[in-house]
Nanobody, 120 residues
Framework: QVQLVESGGGLVQAGGSPRLSCVTS????????MGWYRQAPGNQRELVAG???????NYADSVKGRLPISRDNAKNTVYLQMNNLKPEYTAVYYC??????????????WGKGTLVTVSS
């Protein structure tokens, strides 16, 4: 069974820089591009960042330069560093698989996500 466990969110002041973590079961992590999705209140879930097993990263235009993604293959963990946050980054953040060409290609499994609330 695939497991995805996100953490690191919380209430953050604008300008803060928390780091999100997602620990996954090895079965999906080692061979797949993994990434972060987010769902803001009233919006659909969107793909924001992805990183291949070799470390090549891609980003949605809306977050380039602000949310660097990284991974530790030995720990089956993917990270999202959130820099200089603004209130519009308030959302629940989830990790899941990402398809070739930076496309949505999620598994049938989702973690609970981690809520990031940015206060102004």
């Amino acid at each position: 069974q695939v497991q995805l466990v996100e953490s690191g969110g919380g209430l953050v002041q604008a300008g803060g820089s928390p780091r999100l973590s997602c620990v996954t079961s090895g079965r999906i992590f080692s061979i797949n591009t993994m990434g972060w999705y987010r769902q803001a209140p009233g919006n659909q879930r969107e793909l924001v960042a992805g990183i291949s097993s070799g470390g090549s990263a891609n980003y949605a235009d809306s977050v380039k330069g602000r949310l660097p993604i990284s991974r530790d293959n030995a720990k089956n963990t993917v990270y999202l560093q959130m820099n200089n946050l603004k209130p519009e980054y308030t959302a629940v953040y989830y990790c899941n698989r990402v398809g070739p060409g930076f496309r949505v290609f999620v598994t049938d499994y989702w973690g609970k996500g981690t809520l990031v609330t940015v206060s102004s």
